[in-house]
């Protein structure tokens, strides 16, 4: 059984919108930082989007303004919002809790991943 879990995606147009979203164990989200990465075809892994262990959000540059992170704790669900969907943003999203929370550094160690879901953006 997958301790993380991604739904959401499909298939959409340009400009159109998906929401991700992910659920996984409470251990997972009170421990780890939690983020969602994507890979598309022929390219390397990259992170897409993280909430940081202060609250704050990271976004790769090519996302800021079109996407958002959020996450529910009491439900150990994360969520992408992504608007204005463009090509280049077809790729497999990963949920991911890979980092450890400040608090338990030291303690416990964070490499958690789900099984990816497809997101394809057609023009």
């Known amino acids: 059984q997958a301790l993380l879990s991604e739904s959401g995606g499909g298939s959409v147009q340009a400009g159109g919108s998906l929401k991700l979203s992910c659920v996984g164990t409470?251990?997972?989200?009170?421990?780890?930082?939690m983020g969602w990465y994507r890979q598309a075809p022929g390219k390397e892994r990259e992170l897409v989007s993280r909430?940081?262990?202060?609250?704050?959000?990271t976004y790769t540059d090519s996302v800021k303004g079109r996407f958002a992170i959020s996450q529910y704790s009491a439900r150990s669900e994360l969520y992408l919002q992504m608007n204005s969907l463009e090509s280049d943003d077809t790729a497999v999203y990963y949920c991911?809790?890979?980092?450890?929370?400040?608090?338990?550094?030291?303690?416990?160690?964070?490499?958690?991943w789900g099984q990816g879901t497809q997101v394809t953006v057609s023009s």
């Open positions: 909430i940081n262990s202060d609250g704050t959000t």
């Open positions: 991911a809790g890979d980092r450890t929370q400040d608090k338990m550094a030291g303690y416990v160690r964070c490499n958690y």
């Open positions: 409470k251990y997972i989200f009170m421990n780890c930082e």
